[in-house]
């Protein structure tokens, strides 16, 4: 009886400790102060990334032969699809030129340097979908040693698709813009007005706040980042395009819902901006010794 | 690697789990889903082990998950010793059932440890969890922990060292757990 006693004792000590842990180790995560959490995470990553590319690189045919037989009818579809696609876009040619005339007026107009096209870009492959079910990164197969830095932008040839949140020296992994936690600072390019987009999660289009309701905004115009001083984003990437638009009267504002220009299902190779915002230097205020008398009178209370 | 220990053992066994994890189950997704083994590895470890083992192992499995993740740290250590310590409580409860039986407990409680980690996510606010496809994860989950729960069991009985006819008193029978 004493001994089952016991044993119950060290099970429920045993289960305690591990949760405490756990709450401690969640604690140190939270407040940022998990250096070596982190470290041991990217080493882990560092050793599995071999690992990961082999896998790869072993299913890859596997999966490919798979999609070929299971996604016939979808790839009939999604051909059909294209095709349509193709025939809007040749209609749409001489207004998307038209766009990117008033984005480039509009820049001008900003005195926003277009610095987009002058920035150096480093191509990545998407290793990788996630390991997990509820990963929300994205990884790439380049890292530190290439110039990559947490915060950089990055995207698609068809429009921003995320920004680096961790850069170790062969990885990087990076936030997709669809992300609850992912926001960015834009701008309408016609009405040059500016607000902040932010995920909703994946698949579902971004919200666009704090755009005035005086503003008015059409359904199909193009969205940019702004590049507000201090934005780890240069000004006039595109993000994707106005689908809705709905007044708030309580908040004085509209509430902008804007498409992703880049397909975030069917990424593969992607550019990082190897963008460093300008940091306005610190102001280094020289103090001169103050002889006040109240000063002297402490100093000489002390002594 | 038959004179060494439980401890070595079971260190073994995790890394080959989360090996085949990112290696090959990563890359393999029935459904969309991706099944990861340290869900089931923690069932079983709990099943053949007992609540006290159930929850070490589960422990041990966790705190692989947060190092290959980027869920917070620590929130698998939590859900994973959780699951390992219920799985080892309802086998206790009722330890003579038969290989099927088993197999079909442990689907249910694989699917029950997503379902745990998704309160653990709406506990923490993490949207990316919540939002996630969580009655389709589970469901494939449980299958995938039916069809290879015997793989399974037997890993962890390796692992434990734990004979293989005794699981009516799964206490007694780990050593070192």
Not at chain 1, 152 to 168: F, K, N, Q, T, Y
Not at chain 2, 105 to 113: H, M, V
Not at chain 2, 140 to 152: D, I, K, Y
């Given at each position: 009886?004493?001994?089952?006693?016991?044993?119950?004792?060290?099970?429920?000590?045993?289960?305690?400790?591990?949760?405490?842990?756990?709450?401690?180790?969640?604690?140190?995560?939270?407040?940022?102060?998990?250096?070596?959490?982190?470290?041991?995470?990217?080493?882990?990553q560092?050793?599995l990334?071999?690992v990961r590319?082999?896998g790869?690189?072993?299913?890859?045919?596997?999966?490919?032969?798979?999609?070929?037989?299971?996604?016939?009818?979808?790839?009939?579809?999604?051909?059909?699809?294209?095709?349509?696609?193709?025939?809007?876009?040749?209609?749409?040619?001489?207004?998307?030129?038209?766009?990117?005339?008033?984005?480039?007026?509009?820049?001008?107009?900003?005195?926003?340097?277009?610095?987009?096209?002058?920035?150096?870009?480093?191509?990545?492959?998407?290793?990788d979908a996630p390991v997990s079910n509820f990963e929300?990164t994205?990884l790439?197969?380049?890292?530190?040693?290439?110039?990559?830095?947490?915060?950089?932008?990055?995207?698609?040839?068809?429009?921003?698709?995320?920004?680096?949140?961790?850069?170790?020296?062969?990885?990087?992994?990076?936030?997709?813009?669809?992300?609850?936690?992912?926001?960015?600072?834009?701008?309408?390019?016609?009405?040059?007005?500016?607000?902040?987009?932010?995920?909703?999660?994946?698949?579902?289009?971004?919200?666009?706040?704090?755009?005035?309701?005086?503003?008015?905004?059409?359904?199909?115009?193009?969205?940019?980042?702004?590049?507000?001083?201090?934005?780890?984003?240069?000004?006039?990437?595109?993000?994707?395009?106005?689908?809705?638009?709905?007044?708030?009267?309580?908040?004085?504002?509209?509430?902008?819902?804007?498409?992703?220009?880049?397909?975030?299902?069917?990424?593969?190779?992607?550019?990082?901006?190897?963008?460093?915002?300008?940091?306005?230097?610190?102001?280094?205020?020289?103090?001169?010794?103050?002889?006040?008398?109240?000063?002297?009178?402490?100093?000489?209370?002390?002594? | 690697?038959?004179?060494?220990?439980?401890?070595?053992?079971?260190?073994?066994?995790?890394?080959?789990?989360v090996?085949?994890h990112v290696g090959?189950l990563a890359h393999?997704?029935?459904?969309?889903?991706i099944?990861d083994?340290?869900?089931?590895?923690?069932?079983?470890?709990?099943?053949?082990?007992?609540?006290?083992?159930?929850?070490?192992?589960?422990?041990?499995?966790?705190?692989?998950s947060?190092?290959i993740l980027h869920?917070?740290?620590?929130?698998?250590?939590?859900?994973?010793?959780?699951?390992?310590?219920?799985?080892?409580?309802?086998?206790?409860?009722?330890?003579?059932?038969?290989?099927?039986?088993?197999?079909?407990?442990?689907?249910?409680?694989?699917?029950?440890?997503?379902?745990?980690?998704?309160?653990?996510?709406?506990?923490?606010?993490?949207?990316?969890?919540?939002?996630?496809?969580?009655?389709?994860?589970?469901?494939?989950?449980?299958?995938?922990?039916?069809?290879?729960?015997?793989?399974?069991?037997?890993?962890?009985?390796?692992?434990?060292?734990?004979?293989?006819?005794?699981?009516?008193?799964?206490?007694?029978?780990?050593?070192?757990?």
């Amino acid at each position: 009886m004493a001994r089952r006693a016991g044993i119950r004792r060290r099970t429920w000590l045993r289960l305690a400790l591990l949760v405490v842990t756990a709450i401690a180790l969640l604690t140190l995560d939270a407040r940022g102060s998990g250096g070596v959490l982190d470290a041991a995470r990217g080493a882990t990553q560092e050793v599995l990334g071999p690992v990961r590319r082999f896998g790869d690189w072993v299913t890859g045919p596997i999966r490919n032969a798979w999609q070929g037989l299971v996604g016939f009818d979808e790839l009939e579809t999604e051909n059909a699809h294209l095709r349509e696609e193709l025939a809007e876009a040749h209609a749409s040619v001489l207004r998307v030129g038209e766009l990117e005339r008033d984005r480039q007026e509009l820049l001008g107009l900003l005195d926003a340097r277009d610095v987009v096209r002058a920035i150096p870009r480093v191509t990545a492959r998407v290793t990788d979908a996630p390991v997990s079910n509820f990963e929300r990164t994205i990884l790439l197969d380049r890292g530190r040693r290439d110039g990559i830095r947490e915060g950089m932008p990055v995207e698609s040839g068809d429009g921003l698709i995320g920004r680096v949140v961790e850069a170790e020296p062969s990885w990087a992994s990076v936030e997709l813009l669809t992300d609850p936690n992912f926001d960015v600072g834009v701008r309408i390019v016609r009405s040059g007005d500016g607000g902040l987009a932010s995920g909703r999660g994946p698949g579902r289009d971004l919200d666009v706040s704090y755009i005035e309701l005086e503003t008015v905004v059409i359904p199909g115009e193009t969205v940019v980042t702004s590049g507000f001083a201090g934005s780890t984003f240069p000004a006039g990437l595109l993000v994707g395009t106005v689908t809705d638009v709905e007044p708030d009267a309580v908040r004085g504002a509209q509430r902008v819902t804007v498409h992703p220009a880049a397909d975030l299902e069917r990424l593969r190779w992607v550019q990082v901006v190897l963008y460093e915002p300008d940091v306005p230097e610190p102001v280094i205020v020289d103090r001169e010794p103050t002889d006040s008398p109240a000063d002297a009178g402490a100093a000489g209370d002390q002594s | 690697m038959a004179g060494a220990g439980p401890l070595a053992r079971s260190a073994l066994v995790l890394v080959v789990a989360v090996v085949v994890h990112v290696g090959l189950l990563a890359h393999i997704t029935p459904a969309g889903v991706i099944v990861d083994p340290l869900v089931l590895l923690a069932v079983a470890g709990g099943m053949m082990g007992g609540r006290s083992t159930g929850a070490s192992f589960g422990g041990g499995c966790g705190l692989a998950s947060d190092l290959i993740l980027h869920t917070p740290f620590g929130m698998s250590l939590l859900v994973l010793t959780l699951v390992g310590y219920l799985s080892g409580a309802i086998t206790e409860q009722n330890p003579s059932v038969g290989r099927l039986a088993r197999a079909a407990i442990a689907s249910l409680l694989a699917a029950g440890g997503i379902g745990l980690f998704a309160g653990a996510g709406w506990l923490m606010d993490l949207v990316y969890v919540t939002e996630a496809p969580i009655v389709r994860i589970a469901i494939v989950t449980g299958v995938a922990s039916l069809l290879t729960n015997p793989l399974l069991e037997r890993a962890t009985r390796w692992a434990l060292i734990i004979r293989p006819r005794i699981t009516a008193k799964p206490e007694s029978t780990a050593r070192g757990g």
